[in-house]
């Protein structure tokens, strides 16, 4: 709903006319400013946004508190958090009108607090929606007895497909009359089990959900082979019992993706799911026909789902260009599209324009509706092309606010995806952290990302891991411009995890480094004794602690994983701790027990921990298998 206010004098509350000023030709008095405008809708929602539209006359400047000056005549999208007021002022020869136009935002009703469990459940990518990689509620591992001889591998689960996705795990859920904690996985084959957690028994699932329909296959992959079915994290409502899934697949025509909502109990789908997941937007660049740009397969869904205040959100990479899609979880409507360059072409090594990778992580939530994503190389504009960029987005995909790096020009020119990695917001802070394949760590404020300014001064803080960074140049091939920036030795595939006042990041090929956090700056402290290799596509650490005790850091080296472009004979991953308050103390390396082996490694994935058990997602068989299965493999105490 919208309304129109007309500012004039006697209507608008203030109008002040200047004493003596008169028309120049006639001589008589300049004819009085006034002001039309409204906002639409008038009242909004938490993290939507309404649209200001004004007109003016007989003005020579017009201001809007909380914007600053405008043309006579337009419209601007807000997203105020509260309700505000904006104070419209036109001030011309005859004098000066002032309107005030009121959005009037409403709190939007949290969900209801999820049922009672024996403890931690992890329902979505990194634990929580700030990916913190941070699980407080962990009682039974302690620094003091993970250590080789108490602690190590207790079973395994094979499934039907390589396992990209991280393992999902709800507590206490009642399942065929028995109370179970479950660990969840998707695979590559497009399927979901329900495994339980503790009790390995003969291996064989709680329930197991094929999301394939009759005559389907998943999508024959390149990358990733040999299948490409779900790829990205699932994410689950806990108090509805409902878990998201994207999957791909392909019947007798082109391979096509479907959202599922299914129930964690049963695995069965639940009323109006799958939908087929569409989406198009006007546009010009290279993909478009007849001015639409569609949505197609040869995009990858890889980041994981975010889950939302009712929505649902999920990205695409691997195609010309970028997508986001946001979906009514409720009915699976969908309620946002953004394209990342619906008018422009990406060039370079790839040809991308602004692809939604986060290094397998996915968009994070800040608790008031927003949600934030980072996207990789292609063109910027600060228009309608995003690449290599942090924005800022309501639960339409509306741009509210963005960041992005001065430097963008070189990082699109040379692959350097600012989404190769994930993001992380720091918790209580309002600070998001994010870094790519440059190296380059940012720090930037949600409340203000800052946009593009000269040697990132719109960011709270920018660091390097060491000082081995170089200055490089790249030339625009479409162009001939020549760009020039620093860049790092190492590479950031991953995403950070938080601890009483730490943050700790692991980097390609380097470490895990712990950086204290104090007064919004980070300052390099300990790193890990091992480091991850060239080809394993970095580390993301989790973090177990009970409170701000008994902190432990998990990370998974993937060795020489699966597909890995430098070597075709894939290694055994290794799962190795260490204390989180330094974490130049290790405790635990499984590659010194070969019984506590787990599958090859899968570039991208990263270990949980809930209820005194590590869970890791692995490769059971090579590519050299004709359908290679994953596993999931389960560690604790002994």
């Excluded at 987005?393 to 994930?422: E, R």
């Excluded at 992380?424 to 409340?447: C, D, F, R």
Aim: net charge negative; hydrophobic share 35%; glycine share 12%.
């Amino acid at each position: 709903m919208s309304f129109w206010i007309v500012g004039c004098v006697g209507l608008t509350g203030r109008t002040s006319t200047k004493p003596g000023s008169s028309s120049p030709n006639s001589g008589s008095p300049a004819p009085e400013p006034t002001i039309q405008a409204h906002a639409a809708p008038a009242t909004i929602a938490a993290g939507q946004s309404s649209t200001l539209t004004w007109s003016s006359t007989n003005a020579d400047a017009v201001m809007i508190d909380n914007i600053g000056a405008v043309a006579a005549s337009g419209s601007q999208s807000v997203s105020p958090a509260q309700t505000t007021n904006y104070a419209i002022k036109a001030t011309g020869r005859g004098g000066t009108a002032t309107l005030t136009v009121t959005v009037t935002v409403t709190s939007q009703t949290p969900p209801p607090p999820p049922p009672p469990s024996d403890n931690a459940n992890i329902p979505t990518w990194h634990m929580d929606n700030a990916r913190s990689g941070l699980n407080d509620q962990e009682t039974i591992l302690k620094p003091a007895n993970v250590r080789a001889g108490t602690f190590g591998k207790l079973f395994s689960y094979v499934v039907d497909g390589y396992l990209y996705a991280q393992p999902l795990y709800v507590s206490g859920l009642i399942i065929g009359g028995g109370k179970h904690n479950v660990v969840f996985a998707a695979t590559e084959y497009d399927s979901i089990y329900a495994f339980d957690a503790d009790n390995h028994g003969d291996g064989t699932p709680l329930w197991k959900t094929s999301l394939l329909l009759s005559g389907e296959t998943p999508e024959p992959g390149g990358n990733p082979k040999p299948w490409i079915g779900i790829t990205s994290t699932p994410a689950i409502d806990v108090r509805t019992q409902t878990m998201y899934v994207v999957s791909a697949q392909q019947g007798q025509g082109e391979a096509f993706f479907r959202l599922h909502a299914l129930d964690i109990v049963t695995g069965a789908e639940k009323t109006g799911s799958p939908v087929v997941v569409t989406a198009s937007v006007p546009g010009t660049n290279r993909d478009s026909v007849n001015g639409t740009v569609s949505l197609t397969a040869a995009c990858l869904q890889r980041t994981a789902l975010l889950f939302d205040h009712g929505t649902i959100y999920f990205g695409f990479s691997a195609c010309h260009s970028g997508w986001l899609l946001s979906y009514s979880a409720s009915d699976l409507k969908q309620t946002g599209v953004l394209n990342m360059s619906p008018n422009s072409d990406g060039y370079g090594m790839y040809g991308g324009a602004g692809g939604v990778w986060m290094g397998g992580g996915g968009p994070v939530a800040d608790g008031d509706g927003f949600v934030y994503v980072t996207t990789g190389n292609g063109p910027y504009d600060g228009s309608t092309a995003w690449g290599e960029s942090v924005l800022k987005l309501d639960s339409h995909l509306n741009l509210v606010d963005h960041f992005t790096p001065y430097d963008w020009a070189f990082l699109q020119c040379k692959d350097l995806d600012l989404s190769g990695g994930g993001a992380m917001l720091i918790p209580g802070t309002g600070q998001l952290l994010a870094g790519g394949k440059s190296g380059k760590i940012y720090e930037v404020n949600t409340h203000k990302l800052g946009g593009v300014q000269a040697n990132d001064a719109g960011a709270t803080q920018t660091l390097w891991f060491n000082d081995d960074q170089y200055r490089a140049q790249c030339t625009n091939a479409k162009s001939g411009e020549v760009y020039s920036t620093e860049i790092a030795g190492y590479q950031i595939f991953s995403t950070a995890a938080f601890f009483d006042g730490s943050v700790y990041l692991g980097t390609t090929a380097g470490p895990v480094q712990q950086f204290s956090y104090s007064s919004g700056q980070l300052k390099p402290g300990h790193v890990t004794d091992a480091a991850i290799a060239d080809g394993t596509y970095g580390t993301t650490p989790f973090i177990s602690a009970n409170g701000t005790s008994d902190g432990i850091l998990w990370m998974l080296d993937h060795g020489t994983p699966i597909q890995d472009p430098i070597s075709s004979s894939p290694t055994k991953a290794v799962l190795r701790a260490y204390a989180a308050t330094s974490v130049s103390v290790k405790l635990y390396d499984s590659s010194q027990n070969t019984a506590d082996a787990p599958g090859y490694g899968i570039k991208f994935t990263s270990p949980v921990v809930a209820n005194g058990k590590v869970f890791i997602g692995t490769a059971h068989d090579t590519l050299s298998s004709a359908n290679p299965q994953g596993e999931i493999d389960v560690y604790g105490l002994r």
